[in-house]
């Protein structure tokens, strides 16, 4: 069997290539990834830095996404700062972005500054699912439907047990199993 020498190092060269375009640790550095999704000049430019900062695994990630959780209004930002936030296996992270969750979805604005319901929707939403995720448990609370009395025991079951949860929080060291 003959090889093709040249052919063989031409595709382990492209897959490193590819294996590195996808490395979470080379998206950028996460104040710079921050600072775009706050400050960058499109709302597409903004979801971008703020994704890349959620797929990113550099030690001052978790830190970078709590800021914009805590800083940021823009619903596609929000998003992805919590969805980066309920997949790090952060239990301190998890802890201290449980009382911002909790606000997200109780305002009836979701804490933005618009009157998009679709927006609004969507960032109530998915802090649902990002509480359900971090406290491994769901009520089953849908942001769609009309918040009938029966809606609103359901998500105000889900915040008692995320209360419960960062009153008596799993032990660290069975949190990152």
């Not at 104040?31 to 830095?49: G, M, Q």
């Not at 790090?88 to 969750?101: G, I, T, V």
Request: proline share 5%.
């Amino acid at each position: 069997m003959k090889t093709n020498l040249p052919l063989v190092l031409a595709i382990i060269l492209c897959a490193t290539a590819v294996a590195g375009c996808s490395d979470p640790n080379r998206v950028g550095r996460s104040d710079d990834l921050s600072n775009a999704a706050l400050n960058a000049a499109t709302p597409e430019e903004k979801e971008k830095a703020a994704a890349d900062l959620a797929r990113s695994n550099a030690a001052d990630a978790p830190e970078a996404l709590y800021q914009l959780l805590e800083s940021s209004k823009d619903a596609d930002v929000l998003s992805q700062a919590m969805e980066g936030i309920s997949f790090k296996k952060d239990r301190d992270l998890h802890l201290k972005s449980l009382p911002r969750l909790l606000r997200i979805v109780q305002d009836e604005k979701g804490t933005l500054d618009t009157d998009d319901a679709m927006k609004i929707k969507q960032v109530r939403g998915r802090a649902h699912w990002a509480i359900t995720i971090i406290v491994g448990a769901s009520f089953n609370w849908d942001v769609e439907k009309e918040q009938t009395p029966e809606e609103v025991a359901k998500l105000n079951t889900t915040v008692s047990f995320a209360q419960g949860f960062m009153r008596n929080p799993p032990p660290a060291s069975l949190y990152n199993k």
